[in-house]
């Protein structure tokens, strides 16, 4: 399944919003995360979203692996700033780049 990267600056906040769905293919998972890391490089927060659909709503838990799995690939590159929430028919959690705490 073809999954796009949904990319938007939220308030000139440097907030940015990767979504995707349960279902993701791993190339397309792979994607996801090279954009995660470029923009964890520049510095920025990145608010990484799974979206629930139909009968996926009953699956959840599913959903939340997939985040576990993304942190822990990112882990070296950033910090959790927010953890899982869960939101109607999403669950997201915000994370931030190491290099941003340093130099507060």
Same mark, same amino acid.
């Given at each position: 399944?073809?999954?796009?990267?949904?990319?938007?600056?939220?308030?000139?906040?440097?907030?940015?919003?990767?979504?995707?769905?349960?279902?993701? *293919? *791993?190339?397309?998972?792979?994607?996801?995360?090279?954009? !995660?890391?470029?923009?964890?490089?520049?510095?920025?927060?990145?608010? !990484?979203?799974?979206?629930?659909?139909?009968? %996926?709503?009953?699956?959840?838990?599913?959903?939340?692996?997939?985040? %576990?799995?993304?942190?822990?690939? !990112?882990?070296?590159?950033?910090?959790?700033?927010?953890?899982?929430?869960?939101?109607?028919? *999403?669950?997201?959690?915000?994370?931030?780049?190491?290099? *941003?705490?340093?130099?507060?």
């Amino acid at each position: 399944m073809s999954d796009n990267i949904a990319l938007a600056i939220l308030g000139g906040s440097g907030l940015y919003n990767m979504a995707g769905l349960t279902n993701i *293919e *791993e190339h397309d998972l792979n994607v996801k995360l090279k954009k !995660i890391k470029e923009f964890l490089g520049d510095a920025c927060r990145v608010k !990484i979203v799974v979206r629930f659909h139909g009968r %996926e709503n009953a699956h959840q838990d599913l959903g939340a692996r997939l985040l %576990e799995d993304i942190l822990c690939e !990112i882990k070296d590159l950033a910090v959790i700033e927010s953890q899982l929430a869960s939101e109607r028919r *999403e669950i997201f959690v915000i994370v931030r780049s190491r290099d *941003e705490q340093k130099s507060q």
